[in-house]
């Protein structure tokens, strides 16, 4: 089911490029990126175990059999959240219906995993810093913006 879209390339754009045909694909791959907040550091082992565990109760197409890789894992520490990336592959076309339907069941999956084990997504944060107090006292305001899914 293509979305009759012609797309034309000149020659000179596409003699040193790698080209991919995802048309002919059946497997796809679905890869997140989360931030989780510092003070839930010591529950990120059970978090992990849990987003694993959703999406293989979650997810009939995933391909669990070690021919394509499936992975949660803590990657980093950043200025203010915990780094995991969930990378997980499918037996399904990236190029469809299917797809989308899927990578949301991920995304479902990793939402019941950061619930259950009671856990915050990070958002950025900043702090803005003044001097309103006659005194020379510093008051503090905070803005946040939330990305992410809410607890």
């Known amino acids: 089911m293509g979305d009759e879209l012609v797309v034309k390339i000149p020659n000179t754009k596409l003699a040193d490029q790698r080209v991919s045909n ?37 997810c009939p197409h995933l391909i669990k059999d070690g021919s394509r890789p499936f992975r949660v894992h803590w990657r980093d520490y ?21 797809y989308w339907d899927n ?7 990793i939402a019941r995993a950061a619930k259950k084990n009671d856990v915050s997504f990070a958002f950025p944060t900043y702090s803005v810093r003044g001097s ?7 008051g503090k305001e905070s803005a946040t913006q939330k990305y992410g899914v809410p607890r």
């Open 22 to 58: 995802i048309s002919r694909t059946n497997k796809s791959q679905v890869k997140q990126e989360l931030w989780f907040d510092y003070e839930d550091i010591d529950k990120l082992p059970q978090v992990i175990r849990s987003i694993k565990e959703e999406i293989i109760l979650s």
């Open 78 to 98: 950043k200025d203010y959240h915990l780094e995991v990336v969930v990378d997980a592959r499918f037996h399904l076309p990236p190029a469809c219906d299917v």
């Open 103 to 109: 990578r949301e069941q991920v995304l479902q999956a």
């Open 132 to 138: 309103e107090d006659p005194n020379g006292a510093v």
